[in-house]
C-alpha cells in the first residue's frame, strides 16, 4: 500500500531531550517536508527537500534539523526540545520535485515537551 | 508570501444539507488541494485540483485559477463529515494551508 509512515505516533518527552522523528514513504517521492500544527496558528512548513541531500528551510524552522541521506526517508531532529515544540506533527511527500504534485500526508505524531 | 482565506470559519449544518466552502489565494498557485481533518487529527486527502472540477460521490471541487479561487461542495452532509477543511496551495517551494472552515454536521 502507497503510504507515508511516522514514528511514534504519539511521544511526550522532557525539555532537552534530543528526539528523533521518523519518516518513511514507499512511492518513490521526490519532495518531502515536515509540518507543524498549533492552534490558532494552523499548519506551518518547518523543512523540505527537493531530492536526497538537498534541503531547506520552510516558515519555521527554528530548533529544528532534518536529514535526507536515502530517498524514501526524512527524520526530523529535536536536539534539544523545549515546551513550545509542543505540536502535532506532519510529514508529506509528493512525486514531483516541489509543489505542484500532488502532496500525501502521514498519519501525524503527537509530540508534548514537559 | 501568499495570503489563503477561506469562508466562513465556522458552519453548523443539520444532517442531510448541502454546503460550500471557499478558498481565496492571492497570487498565482501551482498545486491546490483539499483536506478534511477528522476528529483523531489525520489529513485526509479529498481533492488535488489545481484547476478544473472534479467529483468523488457526495463531494465535488471546482477550481478558477485565473480568479484565484476553489470551492469545495459537500451535499447531503453526514455527521461524519464534521471536522476541519484546508485548503492548501503550492507557492514556488512551499505549500501553504488555509485557515480551514470547522464544520458541525448535527443529526
Known amino acids: 500500500e502507497a503510504q507515508v509512515t511516522q514514528n511514534p505516533r504519539y511521544l511526550i518527552t522532557v525539555t532537552g531531550k534530543k528526539l528523533t522523528v521518523t519518516c518513511s514513504q514507499n512511492m518513490n517521492h521526490e519532495y518531502m517536508s515536515w509540518y507543524r500544527q498549533d492552534p490558532g496558528l494552523g499548519l506551518r512548513q518547518i523543512y523540505y527537500?527537493?531530492?536526497?541531500?538537498?534541503?531547506d528551510k520552510g516558515d519555521v524552522p527554528e530548533g529544528y534539523k532534518v536529514s535526507r541521506k536515502e530517498k524514501r526517508n526524512f527524520p526530523l531532529i529535536l536536539e534539544s526540545p523545549s515546551p513550545n515544540q509542543t505540536s502535532l506533527y506532519f510529514c508529506?511527500?509528493?512525486?514531483?520535485?516541489?509543489?505542484?504534485?500532488?502532496?500525501?500526508f502521514g498519519p501525524g505524531t503527537r509530540l508534548t515537551v514537559t | 508570501g501568499i495570503q489563503v482565506e477561506q469562508s466562513p470559519p465556522d458552519l453548523i449544518l443539520q444532517e442531510g444539507a448541502n454546503s460550500t466552502l471557499r478558498c481565496n489565494f492571492s497570487?498565482?498557485?501551482?498545486?491546490l488541494q483539499w483536506f478534511h481533518q477528522n476528529p483523531w487529527g489525520q489529513l485526509i486527502n479529498l481533492f488535488y485540483i489545481p484547476s478544473g472540477t472534479k467529483q468523488n460521490g457526495r463531494l465535488s471541487a471546482t477550481t478558477v485559477a485565473t480568479e484565484r479561487y476553489s470551492l469545495l461542495y459537500i451535499s447531503s452532509s453526514q455527521t461524519t463529515d464534521s471536522g476541519v477543511y484546508f485548503c492548501?496551495?503550492?507557492?514556488?517551494?512551499?505549500?501553504?494551508f488555509g485557515p480551514g472552515t470547522r464544520l458541525s454536521v448535527l443529526p
Open positions: 527537500s527537493m531530492n536526497v541531500e538537498v534541503t
Open positions: 492548501a496551495v503550492g507557492y514556488g517551494q512551499n505549500f501553504v
Open positions: 508529506a511527500s509528493s512525486l514531483l520535485p516541489g509543489t505542484s504534485g500532488e502532496q500525501y
Open positions: 497570487d498565482s498557485v501551482n498545486n
